[in-house]
């Protein structure tokens, strides 16, 4: 019975030793195969853009491959939801842009918790938009948009990509904080919102700057305002939505989860990477070539950025009575 009973303790032991043992060698070895990057968007779109420029750098500095997996549908829950999922090892991992923010509060029925089941890894950045509208629109800058909208409540039409985007809770944000009525006009996608735009079906549209550039740089679209905190290096001499509507801020949220349960290890490895990334000349090039922002933190800092976009979202959707189309 001695012999039996110091023989449990042992292999008790043990076995209370592996978990730890398992975790220096995960951090040993990962990745030893390609990893995943699972995007809820399209292909060529400025979230897919941010995936493949940051997968292009981790596949160099940690020497594995990292494959940019697009899985486009239901405002990125599709995506969300495969990620969940997935096992918590590193080797799927969800590119986290603000409709996941958004769908917290939009859709309270889906069936995983984007908080609780998907755990920040690093952040990549902050893509800005602006407010543009068709040159046949009388406004000439924000000032004169707001002042027609009170005038005119309800019959200022805006483009947006799909109820929930960010397109469309920009403008929900703006209409808030400014105290005007505009129409909301959802389009399939990006493509679509901008054709409308441009036809002169709809006359206002908050767009991502790296998407609307071309077009304001020919003429096609006048730029009123952006809507991040600070100017715009694309467009220096344009002011700021919160130069008219004190407070205003709104800009897209980019950066790298993980399933709940992936090891601090590999959570770790891969936010010293992303930041390497960040602060590489090179890269950080290409990102403020298309007016991002890089913008490095620790993993509990994208959590805090995560946790305060989400509330703020929230307040908008709850305010406006939006629901899902």
Known sequence: MKFARRTFLRLASGSVALPAISRIAVADTYP????????????????????????EFLSEHLSQSFVIENRPG?????????????????YTLLLIASPNEINVTLYPELK???????????????????????????????????????????KIDVASTGTGNLTYMAAELF????????????????AAA???????????????????????????????????ATRSALLPDLPLV??????????????????????????????????????????RARFVALDAAPMANSAAGFGKIIADEVAKWGRVIKFAGITPQ
């Open 32 to 55: 030893s195969r390609p990893v995943h990057i699972i995007v809820g968007f399209p292909a060529g779109g400025t979230p897919d853009l941010f995936a493949r420029l940051i997968g």
């Open 74 to 90: 239901a405002a990125t829950n599709v995506a969300t939801e495969f990620v969940v999922r997935s096992a918590p090892d590193g």
């Open 112 to 154: 995983f918790d984007f908080t609780r089941d998907i755990v920040p890894v690093a952040s990549i950045g902050g893509t800005p938009f602006v407010i543009v509208v068709n040159p046949s629109f009388p406004a000439q800058n924000l000032g004169d948009l707001i002042a027609y909208a009170k005038a005119n409540p309800g």
């Open 175 to 190: 209409k808030m904080m400014a105290g005007v009525d505009m129409i909301q006009v959802p389009a399939r996608g990006e």
């Open 194 to 228: 901008q054709s409308d735009l441009l036809a002169g079906r709809v006359q206002v549209m908050f767009d991502p700057i790296p998407s609307s550039i071309g077009y304001i740089r020919s003429g096609k679209l006048r730029a009123l305002a952006v809507t991040t």
């Open 242 to 283: 919160g130069d008219f509507v004190p407070g205003y801020e709104a800009s897209g949220t980019i950066g790298i989860g993980a399933p709940k349960d992936t090891p601090e290890s590999v959570i770790d490895t891969l936010n010293k990477a992303v930041n390497a990334g960040l602060t590489d000349p090179k890269l």
